[in-house]
């Protein structure tokens, strides 16, 4: 704006001047030329210069020459605000790619903290799940182990009745064929036999039990006419010893039915307790991993949230010098133009008062004189 309206009044000036150099007005438009400042400290210059003794030729040399510096100076700025305006569109373009960046990094980071506090949740859902599962199984390992304890010792309680009723038998029939035994003692131990071995076949179901105990105990009622073992006949004792054979037959066959449930009970059970072993291992593995992704998942999160804060934070940053630098880059190019401008209209006065030193250097100098008296 200076520079535009000391153009404008250097214009007028200079006008003025061309016409009053024959109608006596020159005083009055060189007085009004001076109204600029630039325009009065040139010709303050240029008056020290003239009552110096320099000629009308040095003053045109001087003009020249101060127009050849601030043709040097323009040049000179203009050269330092191309690197000024360079840093400041370089700063400006870096900080546009860098913000929407880091935005989209913070965007993604969100993005991965909420999956991972999905997985976290759903992790938790399942430890829940899993939990349970294996409480069931630890308990139906623990249930079914009481049950076949408790099985084997009723089987084992079996196979140990058995095993007495079958080793009567075994003493009965050897006491019958010892024929030991001259009082009736003999007879009261085989009836001590014979009562055990019906006793505990009553516990289990023997085939034809009670066809063996009416004949076991009808041919033993033989034997109560004589006063001992050694004076039963042959007879009878060949038939009892025959029926207590065959009923050790059926107690070894009950006993070998009795084992084979129990091992089979055994085997069974072995092979559940594997099963749920290895549910139980599998549950276990399960609860490991998941508590391990949980663990993996806050780590996540933690580092996610992180990166979203810092990022956050960046784009804040980025966003305020953003902001500085686009006005301090504005304000170096309004400074920059406003100096073009002024020393362009610098240049303009130089260059209309080296036209008229060229045109009236003699009037000029002869206002100069003037100028200098006053």
Partial sequence: MRGFLA????????????????????????????????????MNILQIQLATGGSVDEIKILLQRMKSELLKQQTREDNAYKVIDANCQNIISSLNIQIPLYEKTAEDATKRKAQSESEIAESERNIQDVTQQLQAAQGRLKSGGDNFENEQKLSNDKIARLQEAIAAIEKAIKLLKSRKGSSKTALTELDSHISKIFSIG????????????????????????????????????????????????????????????????????????????VEIRTLQDALTHLNARIVKGKSETEETAATIGENNHLVEVSKKSLETNQAECNTQRENNNLSKTNRSSDIEILDKLIEYFNQHGNALQDYLRQRSEQ
């Fill in 7 to 42: 153009l404008l009044l250097l214009g007028a000036a200079l006008s003025n001047i061309a016409v009053a150099i024959d109608s006596g007005e020159l005083r009055a438009s060189l007085a009004q030329l001076e109204d600029n400042d630039y325009a009065k400290n040139v």
């Fill in 202 to 277: 009553s516990e289990f179901t023997i085939n034809n039990l009670a066809y063996y105990s009416s004949e076991v105990r009808s041919t033993r009622a033989l034997f109560n006419n004589a006063p001992s073992l050694v004076e039963v006949g042959d007879k009878h004792t060949r038939k009892l010893v025959k029926l207590l054979n065959e009923l050790g037959d059926l107690f070894r066959n009950a006993l070998l039915q009795e084992q084979k449930l129990t091992a089979g009970s055994a085997e069974r059970w072995e092979k559940v307790k594997d099963d749920l072993e």
